[in-house]
């Protein structure tokens, strides 16, 4: 398989429609409205990455700063579209955005995963081993008292503590 060439950036409200299809492609990701995904292409474009391979979006991942914990960012989604697979470009767009200046007091990273996820839990593994720290979880959204039985039960996983700035200097990620 060839590889890509593949550049990473902020996403651009232009992407969001891209990235709606893309997330739209990558089961088990549930889609949100086009709405909600140029809403991440804007707002939350500083803690967000498009993966651009020839004017097309083929990765995208959309994160935030936890309002009352500035010091975590919680991954919303992480979408790499088949073309793209099996170059490490999820760990690649997490240190992108790890990477950002607006990411230097993170010191935890937060995300949901179903228990049938494999392909998340084996990224946020590597990544918790990359930064020398550890991974936890628990539920956080459960299926029969969040979910109305319509979903799997969302565990909570978390990263951290690392110092980012540490980290990279020492080229651990």
Not at 98 to 122: F, G, H, V
Request: aromatic share 6%; hydrophobic share 40%; charged share 20%.
């Amino acid at each position: 398989m060839k590889s890509l060439v593949i550049d990473l950036r902020q996403p651009l409200p232009e992407d969001g429609s891209q990235a709606f299809k893309l997330i739209s492609q990558c089961p088990p990701l549930d889609t949100n409205s086009l709405y909600c995904n140029l809403l991440q292409c804007s707002h939350f474009s500083c803690t967000s990455v498009a993966a651009v391979a020839q004017d097309e979006v083929v990765g995208f991942i959309s994160a935030y700063v936890v309002p009352d914990r500035p010091n975590t960012l919680f991954v919303w989604q992480v979408a790499v579209g088949t073309q793209a697979r099996g170059q490490g470009l999820a760990t690649r767009m997490l240190q992108h955005i790890l990477d950002r200046p607006l990411c230097n007091d993170i010191r935890y990273l937060e995300t949901t995963i179903t228990e049938s996820n494999q392909a998340s839990w084996a990224l946020f593994n590597g990544l918790s081993s990359k930064l020398n720290t550890e991974l936890h979880s628990s539920v956080m959204f459960d299926r029969k008292q969040h979910l109305d039985n319509a979903h799997d039960t969302e565990m909570l996983v978390k990263i951290g503590p690392f110092n980012i700035r540490k980290e990279i200097n020492n080229e651990n990620i």
